[in-house]
């Protein structure tokens, strides 16, 4: 408890952070923007006819931007634009969000048209992510040892509340008044951070030259750092696990345009459902806090994976509409389902983030998790690019939906390939696996984890967890 004086002395001390409320809009939006999701999907299913295979290639393509998001950091440290690296790369890249969301709502028309707006809109954010990361890291190195990973936290706290305030809206308004104005919506958002970036803290880069000429002789120990982390086993093994786990073809698309199509689940109750499932997420996060940080991770990838297909086979309960004759509703049943698997899901996803984060040598982490996020997000494409070739080949359309059951059963079996892979995961715990000494590892103490990033463009009915980052 604090004394009187303490509290006085505390109370002194306050001020608002006027940076740090400017981070927490950026991430914020990058939540908010989920508000657009449901939106593309209709858009693009009703408006612009496309087939279920057709939109899910489209969605893997969309996410390509965020499969060099370390080049944007690299760009903005190199190429100053007016003397700043941060602020005038975030007003950029929030306008080209904005005028790829005005794109959507009053100049696209066709799916190419399409393809670049929504590939634009990506850019923006990944861009803008990368910006503030690289901000978030330099506060990080200011932090105490008693507040080291608050940063990230805050900006964990951000992005939630931003998707999750916008995970009902969107549905809601959606239903009412069509994708337009979704859209028009969306586009004011990036403005915002548009406007927060003049809050940014942004030194000079020639204010920057002597401590950038400082760090100049350790280009080359990082570079030999990087390479030494890629060829270690206890890097690449468990990064190519992890590819391969992210990287089995999903059925997303095809089971929304059945549940849209053949179930008739309209904007809203769609809507209502992400809020529900951006809930059991949190849900997820929480029980790994607090009971699973200290199981092996072999153990938890085997049974959140054993589990999940299990659960994900109840599909074809729904897709055979066994549920009907059994008294239960087609609503009902989709959002249980849906809660269930996230929850799940994210308790498999939980131990992926901080291994990543705590596996990076000391002196090249931010690169070297910004590369192994983006490998994941190459797997996600891959993901979608097969089920969107699994999804042709069975004649899935979206008014067919003879061979959904097989294209499900396939998807969901498909994640069990990996575990014969397991022994590439390391023995331990992710924590403890971050304290091994072969590669001078930071502390695990003192390690920020980096948020996921979330790239989808469209938001299933049914959220498997897996990276559509």
Request: include cysteine; glycine fraction near 6%.
């Amino acid at each position: 408890m604090f004394s009187h004086s303490d509290w006085v002395n505390k109370s002194k001390n306050f001020r608002f952070d006027l940076e740090l409320g400017a981070i927490a809009l950026v991430y914020f939006v990058q939540g908010a923007l989920g508000l657009a999701h449901l939106a593309v999907s209709f858009f693009l299913k009703d408006r612009l006819g496309l087939s279920p295979a057709e939109v899910a290639s489209l969605v893997g393509i969309a996410m390509l931007p965020w499969t060099v998001k370390p080049l944007y950091g690299m760009i903005s440290d190199s190429f100053p634009i007016g003397g700043y690296r941060r602020r005038p790369y975030l007003v950029l890249s929030s306008l080209l969000g904005s005028i790829a969301w005005l794109c959507m709502a009053m100049v696209v028309e066709t799916p190419l048209a399409a393809t670049i707006a929504i590939g634009l809109a990506s850019l923006s954010v990944a861009c803008s992510d990368a910006i503030t990361d690289a901000l978030v890291v330099q506060r990080a190195r200011s932090e105490s040892e008693g507040d080291a990973g608050s940063l990230q936290s805050f900006s964990w706290a951000a992005v939630s509340v931003g998707a999750i305030s916008s995970a009902y809206f969107g549905g809601f308004v959606l239903e009412r008044w069509g994708t337009q104005v979704v859209f028009e919506i969306t586009a004011a958002l990036p403005l915002l951070v548009a406007i927060a970036a003049f809050a940014i803290a942004d030194l000079s880069a020639k204010s920057e030259n002597s401590a950038i000429d400082s760090t100049q002789p350790n280009i080359g120990h990082q570079w030999h750092q990087l390479r030494q982390a890629f060829t270690s086993k206890q890097i690449w093994l468990p990064a190519a696990f992890i590819f391969l786990w992210q990287a089995t073809p999903s059925a997303d698309t095809a089971f929304f345009f059945f549940t849209t199509n053949e179930l008739g689940f309209n904007p809203e109750f769609l809507g209502t459902v992400r809020l529900a499932t951006s809930l059991a997420g949190l849900v997820g996060v929480w029980i790994f806090q607090r009971y699973l940080k200290s199981v092996p991770m072999r153990r938890i990838f085997l049974w959140t994976t054993l589990i999940s297909t299990i659960l994900g086979l109840t599909s074809l309960i729904l897709i055979t509409h066994t549920n009907r004759s059994l008294g239960i509703d087609d609503r009902w049943f989709s959002l249980g389902d849906s809660l269930i698997l996230t929850v799940a899901g994210r308790i498999a996803y939980m131990p992926v983030l901080v291994l990543a984060a705590r596996l990076c040598p000391e002196g090249i982490e931010a690169t070297l998790f910004a590369l192994l996020m983006s490998v994941m997000n190459v797997a996600g494409l891959c993901s979608y690019q097969l089920g969107a070739g699994l999804t042709h080949w069975l004649g899935v359309t979206d008014v067919n939906f003879a061979n959904l059951w097989i294209l499900v059963l396939i998807t969901n079996l498909s994640n069990l390939v990996p575990l014969p892979l397991l022994g590439w995961l390391p023995e331990q715990t992710a924590v403890t696996a971050a304290r091994e000494p072969q590669l001078s590892l930071t502390e695990a103490s003192n390690t920020e984890v980096p948020r996921v990033e979330t790239v989808a463009v469209t938001i299933p009915v049914r959220q498997t967890e897996k990276l559509t980052q």
